[in-house]
């Protein structure tokens, strides 16, 4: 396995990230193209060029870009729960889709909304979206993965197994388990082991489950067992990025190297 982290955690400007980002030892990075510089929209040929060998000659790649549109006005806090705002988001997920590719990585990451447990209107309009995705990644050989957190990960796992494509994934965030849900971040590894692609390195804890609140904490000190979890990964033959997002906390660029020592000694110790 190996470690990544999120541009946007060093809360500085991206081209600082990726430098700040190499010196911790990070061989991967992530970087949101939902808007900003990086937005397909906002991209040419050239700067394309400049990102990639901007990333590259500091010895890294990209883990993933993200496209979590749920954001936009089109579906702020939805995801693809609407069916007149999906034609939208759907395309503009495509043109992320095509910007990864160029930027030689082949994983969008992006929350869809809440999977709901039974069948019903919300849960085939996200099927159908997701369909639709699934079979446009699989066209171009790359995945569009879903963030844990939402729903369990048993019902994530059988919603994605009903699209009958594989170009829909799970980029995996045990702390969203464990915050949102309360679920077991281990079980659920074996729950979506052949689709996860892609994860974040995230600890935290569920405060209260009504009204819903939790904590984002540093890595080891929440409620995810992260010799259990690393294990679980490594029986499920995952060899991809452990991605750190951190979202909190008033000194980001120590709280990441925290988590890339934390990782680099659970790693050693487990022989992983």
């Known amino acids: 396995m190996k470690i990544g982290c999120m541009l946007e955690s060093f809360r500085v400007d991206l081209r600082q990230a990726v430098v700040r ?12 193209a939902v808007d900003g510089v990086l937005a397909p929209e906002n991209m040419t040929d050239a700067t394309i060029r400049e990102w990639l060998d901007r990333v590259k000659s ?65 849960k085939e309009i996200m ?38 494509a594989k170009g829909v994934r799970v980029n995996y965030d045990p702390a969203n388990l464990v915050m949102v849900v309360k679920d077991d971040p281990v079980a659920g590894v074996f729950a979506l082991g052949e689709y996860i692609v892609h994860t974040h390195a995230k600890d935290g804890v569920q405060l209260s489950a009504r009204p819903l609140k939790w904590q984002e904490l540093p890595l080891g000190q929440g409620g995810v067992q992260w010799d ?27 709280d990441i190297k925290l988590a890339v020592d934390f990782l680099n000694e659970r790693l050693a110790v487990l022989g992983l």
Do not use: W
Not at 21 to 32: I, M
């Open 127 to 164: 099927r159908l979206a997701c369909r639709e995705l699934a079979e446009y990644a699989d066209s171009i050989g790359s995945y569009f993965a879903v963030e844990t957190g939402p729903e369990t990960a048993v019902v994530l796992g059988d919603f994605l197994k009903s699209l009958g």
């Open 21 to 32: 980002a190499a010196a911790l030892g990070c061989t991967g990075v992530q970087a949101y």
């Open 58 to 122: 500091h010895g890294m790649v990209f883990s993933a870009i993200c496209g979590d549109l749920s954001a936009t006005p089109e579906a702020v806090g939805r995801g693809f729960e609407g069916r007149d705002a999906n034609p939208v988001l759907v395309e503009k997920s495509k043109r992320i889709l095509d910007l990864a590719k160029k930027l030689e990585c082949n994983i969008v990451t992006t929350h869809i909304g809440t999977v709901p447990v039974e069948e019903n209107e919300t």
């Open 228 to 254: 259990a979890y690393l294990k679980a990964l490594h029986e499920i033959g995952f060899d991809g990025f452990l991605t750190i997002e951190r979202e909190c906390g008033d000194m980001p660029e120590a």
